[in-house]
């Protein structure tokens, strides 16, 4: 495989052997890796200094289960330290079958023009581009697949990213040329300051993956399909009602954070949850289960169509669901799916918004509960007008702009869909992940509240150090798989699922990886990052939940009463 | 004297003994001793834990010639530091009076009223203020004026504070009613998230302040005094020109910063320069000297009028007119006077505003040189649209929110009238001081430029790092004195008078310091100042130019090269 790298100040292109201390990594190993070794920490993220790295995860390309994630990498302008996001879709397995180890976008062009960039059997192209300037991502990838194929992969900023506004995303065209988004620490405003609109991927003739020892390959995905296929969660939860599953379950639990974190329980919780979804998509023939890339099989995506059949959007997640729903008061799911349209469209992280507008109805922007008003305000983010330009900036931004104190963020980025005060394992990992506050980064709420993977109090504090650092080292080495993070749930209980991983990895590079191996990778990856954001300035003092968190939190009302020495043992490892 | 306190969130006041710690300081000294002794570094700025202190300095109420400035402390809603400024006016004289050491507001009401707070013989009251809420300074003083007497001292905020925007300064009522400000670090978005709207000062039946040995300090009193009126810079350029005398010798210096840091050189120089306003303030029958307190001899201020031969503003300083002038490219004085006047009139800093409308002006909202567009935009800041909060919460802000990358700021706060490439003194200051970037924390412009307490190139590296940490130390305990900073430009040439000061104190307090115990002192303010900032997450990181400052500024064609190992040596004593 090879390095791919563009440099955007003067539109040269060149492909390059991967260096020996790269061979071994993938995805989020290798983006982060990547910009710890090429950017500079202190660098301006939307200056000429960042870079943005595209890189499939170790077993993307292959045929193991549920391996297409892309992970991209960059110095984060929303939290100011690295990120790594990673996302669905079909662009990930065409790249590694491309041979693309990573992708290397650097510099910045001078003058206004956008760029397209092209992959394909000949190598790759810069072209400038017009037409798609201004447009969302429903059509970009429509007019890409047209002017190419549907067999293209697509990689796309929306208006949010052109106009650098940080909790912009990337979005990655999925096979039915709907939006999977690596949704987090606005990449996409990273990809805007480039100047580059889109990326094409045409694998054409490209050679499938190359599998060192095949029937072991295919052994161990045997073993690891059915582990997958057999779990609770990722068998039957999932493909079901989609990770909207959570709604009714953290609700019940007291960790549904409701108006804008000021209490745990959502009186319009069943309105929106997965139950009710399921029940919405068969009435008005969507599709409940649905997968964002080839190979998918727990497929907890979903068609969902509005009141007339049409299509309205997949990819509907429970955190987005929760945050217009429960955080911004909204019991209308209709209105939710709306929304999450919009924020795909316009290619902004749905996640980081919902708890904008939460934190703007704080401020009076719109009141609680307005879901039209919902509408309105993601409008003024398409159109970039000054409201719209605060609240793309995310929820530390507008907490500012407006003078709201009560604000969930950690290292600038909002907290998602489980209030610390009841779900303590999780407050751990907002609290300390190199990339701020994301659920995916440890998910505590798997031990906390599904009982996955052993059963820790998610009240209390005792285990819950335990619980998010080892959680958050083997997301690391998940995120460096390519694989899609729910199998965690599977291999939380399942040895021998887990042990088919290290098996299809072993297999396909004719390597000798141990479990151990696994953790250290993990802690290679969490070490690199943590390294980058102490060059950057960060010190413990970021490694904290905001001040509001002290206030208890209905209906348990518990506070978060982590000592700051308590926090900082997360990171003893 | 005591300390009063003043709980906002249960409405109680009470007056307590001076802890032995504090009995020696005052002003700065005072302000960051207690925000660092009482206030936790990382809470929120606008949270019931910050606290907002104000402190007469040490000479402050005496007759020692120009000592009447207010220092005002809390942590800064603006940098996230530790943050003092200080301003003139009559109201710190007559604290002094009333026995106020130091005056620390603290909590935080529930509710959306606001209260005024009267200081006088009969102690401390707080009371519920409707009518004034949502006016402007000059209103707010004139109506106090009106309803008290023109005798009493005012501390008020504008609309900028009541708002809580970061750029919000705390203005101080000068003897004809007019205002001077605490401008720098959004001190007044703290009062304001305290529910304050002003506080009154009235003196009446206060004694005088206590003199030890008052023959002594008549005696040092005079030598001080002729000292300030003979040095050429305080006892001819600044009561002639104001401090505005520094557009001409800057712009020749080639340290203008012009179109928001492009440029050192500004073409419409001479139309907005001090010899200039002198002769427009002479043409139109205003002052063109004025001082900001009983007792002040050096008398920078003026009293600038419009076409009409009617006030417009005073206390019109050169960073305001380099700031809206040569950084926004408007040679219209005029113009500029109108703005100063907004400013101060809404309650906003100056400076801070000025660098926000270059950046803004850089991001397209309206183009560079426009000057009505310029007054608009205060215009939005007043009336608190989302463009106004963009506006009205900074130059890093805006930035963020226009996706620009040329932004001028350390620690969040925006850099002044003194380009760090051809001034490299004032560079290392804006680069290391606690405060966040501030030419008065460390005025190396004096030795770079004006050849006062020495000479040292402006555009090498040579001697540039000891005067910036002789300055900033120096500076740490002038602002402690309550003796107006411009003194510098004396004593920094004039042995006797710098001994003078010393003499003054000790006859006040029937003490005997020395040189070296005021170096100390300025030494202590600055690691008390560094140490709060640690706490609150501030690494060396933090004491960085921006990256575009490696550009070349013309026309010099000089960049930003200190290494951060040199940089870091400012803060080696």
């Given amino acids: ?164 506004l940080t909790a912009a995303n990337i979005s990655v065209k999925d096979p039915d040329g709907n939006i999977r988004s690596a949704g987090r620490g606005g990449l996409g405003a990273v990809m805007g300051s480039k100047r580059v609109k889109y990326i094409t991927i045409d694998d054409n003739g490209a050679a499938p993956v190359q599998i060192v020892d095949s029937d072991k390959f295919k052994d161990a995905a045997k073993v690891f399909a059915k582990g997958l296929l057999e779990h609770p969660v990722t068998g039957q939860g999932l493909p079901t009602y989609g990770t909207n599953v959570l709604v009714n379950i953290l609700n019940e639990a007291g960790g549904l954070p409701t108006q804008n974190f000021k209490t745990g329980r959502f009186e319009g919780a069943n309105k ?37 059949g049409n299509y309205l959007t997949s990819g509907f997640e429970y955190e987005t669901i929760w945050g217009f729903g429960a955080d911004c008061c909204i019991d209308d799911l209709d209105i939710i799916a709306q929304a999450d349209r919009i924020c795909d469209d316009i290619g902004i992280d749905s996640i980081e918004t919902a708890v904008t507008v939460g934190v703007a109805m704080e401020g009076g922007v719109i009141p609680f509960g307005d879901g039209p008003g919902l509408l309105k305000l993601l409008g003024e983010i398409k159109e970039g007008t000054y409201l719209g330009r605060i609240l793309g900036n995310g929820a530390g931004f507008t907490g500012k702009a407006l003078g709201v104190t009560r604000v969930p963020v950690v290292k600038n ?23 701020g506050a994301d659920h995916t980064a440890g998910y505590s709420v798997a031990t906390n509240i599904l009982k996955v993977g052993g059963d820790v109090n998610p009240l209390g504090k005792e285990g819950n150090v335990e619980l998010s650092r080892n959680l958050q080292i083997a997301t690391a080495a998940v995120d460096s798989t390519g694989l899609c993070l729910f199998v965690a749930f599977c291999i939380l209980d399942n040895a021998e699922a887990f042990q088919a991983i290290i098996d299809m990895l072993n297999a396909e590079y004719g390597i000798s990886l141990t479990a151990d191996d696994v953790t250290e990778l993990g802690k290679f990856v969490l070490r690199t990052e943590r390294e980058f954001n102490k060059a950057a300035g960060f010190t413990d003092k970021d490694d904290r939940l905001p001040e509001f968190f002290s206030d208890e939190c209905p209906p348990h009302n518990t506070t978060w009463d982590f000592t700051d020495e308590e926090i900082d043992e997360v990171f003893n490892f």
Wanted: overall charge positive; glycine content about 12%; aromatic content about 4%.
């Fill in 1 to 164: 495989m090879k390095i791919f790298r563009v440099n955007m100040t003067d539109l040269t292109a060149q492909i390059e052997d991967v260096p020996a201390e790269w061979q071994g990594l993938g995805g989020r190993a290798l983006t982060s890796a990547v910009v710890a070794k090429e950017v500079e920490p202190t660098c301006h993220p939307l200056g000429k200094k960042n870079k943005l790295v595209f890189a499939p995860g170790l077993l993307t390309g292959s045929q193991a289960p549920n391996s297409g994630r892309l992970s991209v990498g960059a110095k984060s302008p929303l939290t100011g330290g690295i990120k790594e996001s990673n996302a669905g879709g079909t662009a990930s397995q065409k790249l590694a079958r491309m041979g693309v180890k990573a992708l290397i976008i650097e510099g910045q062009p001078e003058g206004d023009n956008f760029y397209g960039i092209h992959i394909d059997k000949d190598g790759i192209k810069i072209e400038k581009e017009a037409d798609l300037v201004g447009k969302g991502n429903y059509e970009v990838i429509q007019r890409l697949v047209e002017k190419y194929s549907n067999q293209i992969g697509v990689i796309t900023i929306g208006q949010a990213g052109e106009s650098k």
């Fill in 272 to 308: 929106i949850s997965g139950e009710t979804m399921h029940d919405v998509i068969e009435s008005r023939k969507g599709k409940t289960s649905h997968g964002c890339h080839a190979g998918c099989v727990i497929k907890c995506s979903q068609i969902y169509n509005d009141k007339d």
């Fill in 413 to 435: 980025q909002g907290i998602p869909a489980y209030d610390p005060r009841a779900v303590k394992g999780v407050g751990l990992t907002y609290a300390t992940s190199p990339m």
